[in-house]
Each structure stands twice: as structure tokens, then as C-alpha cells.
Antibody, heavy 120, light 114 residues
Framework: EVQLVESGGGLVKPGGSLRLSCTAS????????MNWVRQAPGKGLEWVGR??????????DYAVPVKGRFTISRDDSRNTLYLQTSSLRAEDTAVYYC???????????WGQGTLVTVSS | DIVMTQSPDSLAVSLGERATINCKSS????????????LAWYQQKPGQPPKLLIY???TRESGVPDRFSGSGSGTDFTLTISSLQAEDVAVYYC??????????FGQGTKLEIK
């Protein structure tokens, strides 16, 4: 069974940084392309970014609102995905989900999410 | 980016009745090379992550009840729940995966019991 468990969320001041983690199990993480999707309180879903598997180049792509401020990385030895956030703004307040598409054409496996609150 | 627009924003349907949610994309999500529509539907209940219901516009994910069906092609799509059950109360999202890596979602439709 695929499991994705996010951690690292919390309260941070505007301009601050936070590193989110997502620990994966139940599938071959090293081959998976991994994504982050966020959801502001009471709002819809917004794709944040993606990292390809290292065998596919390990390249990253980001949504325009976070480009240059957020960095996605992975540690295949630990089956862990990361989202390093910086220069955080109030509008980055959201639940951040780790998600992937194992055996499916789109995002079919999701973690429970971790809440990031940006407030002074 | 492809913009996804759902209608209505909210919907109240009686138990056992049909619920219909529409989704329109700003450009076609149909790949003519494989004749597949890169369109998915998700269900999200309060406090839970989204759950994939349907992909390729009409293929139900494993374990999804057959009262859920998807239809449409190109830019216009529909999610139908044939006989609403109490456990179907949720927010429903359409999503395009035609223009990855950017996945875009509709704004969501809140489904309630009348």
C-alpha cells in the first residue's frame, strides 16, 4: 500500500523559511516523479512543483507563484521528498500535500498534508 | 496555463437523485495521437486529502462505486453521480494533466444534501 507522510509544517513569520518532508513507502520511490500541491484554508487545490526521478534527470519545475522561493529535492536513500520554502508570505499559508502518480496517469496517491501558517 | 472552470460552485441534491457537475477547460485536453482526454475528477471530504475518482475523463479508479461516471471530450466534461448517497457529500474538483508539469484544477463544486 502506498503511504505518503508529510511533516515539518508550523507557524512561521513572513519572510521566514521552513522545510517540509514527505516520507514514502509501499512503492519504488527511486523511480517516482513526485509533486507538491497546496490548499489554502477554505480554498481550492494549487500545484506547487514537481521533481522527476534521478534516472529521468532529477529536474524540477515550479508554479509561477513559488518559483525562486521554493526548492524541491529528494533523498532516494531515505525515500524522502523535501520542499524547502523561503521568503514566505501570508498567501503561502496552506496545507501542503505530497502526491504522486504510481501506476496512474495523474496524481492518484496523496499524503494527509502538513499545515504551514505564515503570520506575524 | 490551461484554466479549468467548474459549474455550479455549489449544488444541493436529494438522496437518491442524480447530481451533475460540469467542467470546462480553456483549451482542449484531448491528445489526438492517442484519442485520450487528459482530465481527472477528485473528491475531497473535510479534513481529508483529495481522492482520485476518475481519469482519462471516464475511467473509474479502482474501488470507486459505479454510481460515479465521467463523460465529455475536448473542452467540456461532466461528472455524474447517478443516485446520491449521504457519503457523497464533498467538494469535487476537475483537473487537467494535458499540460504537465503544470497540473491545474477547477475551483471546486460543493455538493450537499437537499
Amino acid at each position: 500500500e502506498v503511504q505518503l507522510v508529510e511533516s515539518g509544517g508550523g507557524l512561521v513569520k513572513p519572510g521566514g523559511s521552513l522545510r517540509l518532508s514527505c516520507t514514502a513507502s509501499g512503492f519504488t520511490f527511486v523511480n517516482a516523479w513526485m509533486n507538491w500541491v497546496r490548499q489554502a484554508p477554505g480554498k481550492g487545490l494549487e500545484w506547487v512543483g514537481r521533481i522527476k526521478s534521478n534516472s529521468d534527470g532529477g529536474t524540477t519545475d515550479y508554479a509561477v507563484p513559488v518559483k525562486g522561493r521554493f526548492t524541491i529535492s529528494r533523498d532516494d536513500s531515505r525515500n524522502t521528498l523535501y520542499l524547502q520554502t523561503s521568503s514566505l508570505r501570508a498567501e503561502d499559508t496552506a496545507v501542503y500535500y505530497c502526491t504522486t502518480d504510481v501506476g496512474l496517469p495523474t496524481l492518484g496517491q496523496w499524503g494527509q498534508g502538513t499545515l504551514v501558517t505564515v503570520s506575524s | 496555463d490551461i484554466v479549468m472552470t467548474q459549474s455550479p460552485d455549489s449544488l444541493a441534491v436529494s438522496l437518491g437523485e442524480r447530481a451533475t457537475i460540469n467542467c470546462k477547460s480553456s483549451q482542449s485536453v484531448l491528445y489526438r495521437s492517442n484519442n485520450k482526454n487528459y482530465l481527472a475528477w477528485y473528491q475531497q471530504k473535510p479534513g481529508q486529502p483529495p481522492k482520485l475518482l476518475i481519469y482519462w475523463a471516464s475511467t473509474r479508479e479502482s474501488g470507486v462505486p459505479d454510481r460515479f461516471s465521467g463523460s465529455g471530450s475536448g473542452t467540456d466534461f461532466t461528472l455524474t453521480i447517478s443516485s446520491l448517497q449521504a457519503e457523497d457529500v464533498a467538494v469535487y474538483y476537475c483537473q487537467q494533466y494535458h499540460s504537465t508539469p503544470v497540473y491545474t484544477f477547477g475551483q471546486g463544486t460543493k455538493l450537499e444534501i437537499k
